[in-house]
């Protein structure tokens, strides 16, 4: 342990020119006086510490000493290929191991390309975690996870599935951190077919022997086709959609954006009316809002609007309702019959409250 922390403070040194006991003591996580018998030791090692006295004084070497301990360790390179996601680190347990790593690099580049760390973590972060979810603690069970999948060794795992407990023994293959959530991509011992286990289900972790691993497994590739058929799974139900342009624009930001894809790529173009249960009225009852104020026919705002249908794979019709509402007038819901009374009855309930005037309009003896 101490002879690991020497060679950080030698690193440290080579790398920053001179720092305080303090930082020392900051960096190494240990006390002054520690730093200070460190210090010493090195010095009776034969590594050239000089220590300046005085306010702003502090240690350096001595004659542009440079060490030849940059040698990277093979778990120190892999996590410091990952420390652009510090907080995954932490939670994968190799927080030191990508710190050693970066020291180390440092340490080995020319003076003049030193600060090319520091100039590239001030200008760019990457957040992994989706907008709007407060931080959740690492599951209990990834650090053991994450170890077999480094050192390619099987894991004998419970799982919650559906409120039971299940075994599996597994190949772990690779860890996804998606939208703040761990996913575990592993192959069933026996079972020969790779599946994806959520990480915060796993309650137990058995480490067990080697694994021969298929070195053309793509994670990546692998991600992306299961997340994507999961996507499909769920969209279990179908709307039929009169949309405008704006509503065209405006499908793959309130629904699945797959499914708004492949709903607008198959899209019909509509005249006015088809499809309708009734032509559609503006708030004084006439037909075609804004013909009057814009000339021409019902046909021909239609076929300059470019209304479309498109049928919409949707994961149900209440998940249906509440993003669909999003797009307002843009939308007019087609199919099947019960969501669009649903939309109706909304609609009637709107007008209802809205009424006329704003509520603080009205004055006592208005008869409200």
Not at 31 to 56: F, Q
Not at 73 to 99: K, T, Y
């Amino acid at each position: 342990m101490r002879a690991s922390r020497l060679i950080r403070m030698v690193l440290l040194l080579q790398t920053r020119g001179a720092m305080t006991g303090a930082e020392l003591a900051a960096e190494l996580e240990v006390s002054e006086r520690t730093v200070s018998r460190d210090v010493l030791a090195l010095s009776e090692a034969g590594v050239p510490v000089y220590a300046d006295r005085g306010r702003s004084g502090g240690y350096r070497l001595v004659g542009g000493y440079r060490t030849r301990l940059t040698g990277i360790a093979r778990g120190e390179a892999e996590a410091l290929f990952l420390s652009g996601v510090p907080s995954a680190l932490r939670d994968m347990g190799l927080a030191d191991a990508a710190s050693a790593a970066r020291l180390k690099v440092s340490a080995a580049l020319l003076p003049e390309l030193r600060d090319a760390p520091r100039t590239a973590a001030q200008r760019f972060h990457l957040d992994a975690p989706g907008w709007w979810r407060a931080p959740e603690a690492a599951p209990r069970q990834l650090p053991a996870l994450a170890e077999a999948v480094w050192d390619d060794r099987r894991v004998r795992v419970r799982y919650r599935r559906r409120g039971d407990d299940v075994e599996r023994e597994l190949e772990p293959y690779g860890l996804v951190l998606k939208a703040g959530v761990w996913y575990l991509a592993a192959r069933v011992v026996d079972g020969g077919d790779r599946r994806v286990y959520r990480v915060d289900r796993v309650e137990g972790v058995t480490s067990g022997g080697r694994f021969e691993r298929d070195e053309d497994f793509d994670l990546p590739a692998f991600w992306a086709e299961r997340s994507a058929a999961f996507a499909r799974s769920i969209l279990r139900d179908e709307v039929v959609l009169r949309l405008t342009p704006a509503g065209r624009q405006s499908l793959r930001h309130v629904t699945d954006r797959v499914a708004a894809e492949e709903a607008l790529a198959k899209a019909e173009p509509l005249p006015p009316g088809r499809g309708s249960a009734e032509p559609r009225r503006d708030a004084r009852g006439a037909e075609d809002a804004g013909e009057a104020g814009r000339g021409g026919s019902a046909a021909a705002r239609s076929a300059e609007d470019g209304d479309v249908r498109v049928v919409l794979a949707v994961e149900s019709l209440d998940v249906a309702e509440s993003q669909l509402r999003a797009l307002g007038p843009e939308c007019e819901v087609l199919e099947p019959p019960a969501l669009r009374a649903r939309f109706a009855d909304a609609a009637h309930r709107m007008a209802a409250l809205y009424g006329d005037r704003p509520r603080d309009a009205a004055r006592p003896g208005d008869g409200v």
